[in-house]
């Protein structure tokens, strides 16, 4: 089993920064690469960036250039890093681990049915 804990959702004003953490633990050799979800209130869950043990990223354009996926050294804790927040950027957010190997050469894919481990939510919360 894996265990993911994020923290540092908070409420901000619209340009503002944030940045999350999840902490992970137990089975991780067993995680091929790792990820960032969020949910609106209504909204499907939807995918948003993916790092892989090279270091290979995949975000999608909703965030690209916005939002920054990284590991720690330690590849203990995960974080995402989110600049110049906007209203819609409003939701639930979560960090999950696939089992599924990642492709070498290949970037990770953010795909929701790939992803076997989630953590609880962190709220975000973007005011204009």
Same mark, same amino acid.
């Given at each position: 089993?894996?265990?993911? $804990?994020? @923290?540092?959702?908070?409420?901000?004003? @619209? /340009?503002?920064?944030?940045?999350l953490?999840?902490?992970? !633990? =137990?089975?991780?050799d067993?995680? /091929?690469?790792?990820?960032?979800? %969020?949910? +609106?209130p209504?909204e499907? %869950?939807?995918?948003l !960036? !993916?790092?892989d043990? &090279?270091?290979?990223t995949?975000?999608?354009?909703?965030?690209?250039? %916005?939002?920054?996926? @990284?590991?720690? $050294?330690?590849?203990?804790?995960?974080?995402?890093?989110? #600049?110049r927040? #906007?209203? &819609?950027d409003? +939701?639930?957010y979560?960090? +999950? !681990?696939? @089992?599924? +190997?990642?492709?070498? =050469?290949?970037n990770?894919?953010?795909?929701l049915r790939d992803? &076997?481990?989630? /953590?609880?939510?962190?709220?975000?919360t973007?005011?204009?």
């Amino acid at each position: 089993q894996v265990q993911l $804990a994020e @923290s540092g959702g908070d409420s901000v004003q @619209s /340009g503002g920064s944030l940045r999350l953490t999840c902490v992970v !633990a =137990g089975k991780i050799d067993s995680v /091929g690469y790792w990820g960032w979800f %969020r949910q +609106a209130p209504g909204e499907e %869950r939807e995918g948003l !960036a !993916a790092i892989d043990y &090279n270091d290979e990223t995949t975000y999608v354009d909703s965030v690209k250039g %916005r939002f920054t996926i @990284s590991m720690s $050294a330690a590849k203990d804790t995960l974080y995402l890093q989110m #600049k110049r927040l #906007k209203p &819609n950027d409003k +939701a639930m957010y979560y960090c +999950a !681990a696939s @089992s599924l +190997a990642s492709m070498p =050469g290949e970037n990770p894919p953010v795909l929701l049915r790939d992803f &076997n481990y989630w /953590g609880q939510e962190t709220q975000v919360t973007v005011s204009s």
